[in-house]
């Protein structure tokens, strides 16, 4: 099973950026495609972003399409997301994943502990 920790979440203001970083352990990452999801306070984890496995294609959700860009790194088996003007209501705390959640996905990966983003205004 892969495990996956995140980083690099913290306090920061309306209009900051912040740049996340997902390790993967256990297994190599670069056949899947990968993703963040977030949730908030008292929500459902939402998807928010997400890479193919080359790293060519991107997708992301509606709300942080232009603000939020993912990267990934096959060799160092990481993920990342990169953060830019930031809004409150994307405080939440972020999880790194694989962007598909079939059988084979749900099995192999395992949800990390997140990192938390807050933004204040």
């Known amino acids: 099973q892969v495990q996956l920790v995140e980083s690099g979440g913290g306090l920061v203001r309306a209009g900051g950026s912040l740049r996340l970083s997902c390790a993967a352990s256990?297994?190599?990452?670069?056949?899947?495609?990968m993703g963040w999801y977030r949730q908030a306070p008292g929500k459902e984890r939402e998807f928010v972003a997400g890479?193919?496995?080359?790293?060519?294609?991107?997708y992301y959700a509606d709300s942080v399409k232009g603000r939020f860009t993912i990267s990934r790194d096959n060799a160092k088996n990481t993920v990342s997301l990169q953060m830019n003007s930031l809004k409150p209501e994307d405080t939440a705390i972020y999880y790194c994943?694989?962007?598909?959640?079939?059988?084979?996905?749900?099995?192999?990966?395992?949800w990390g502990q997140g990192t938390q983003v807050t933004v204040s205004s």
């Open positions: 994943n694989s962007a598909l959640r079939g059988q084979e996905a749900v099995k192999a990966f395992a």
């Open positions: 256990g297994r190599t990452v670069s056949t899947y495609s």
């Open positions: 890479i193919s496995w080359s790293g060519k294609s991107t």
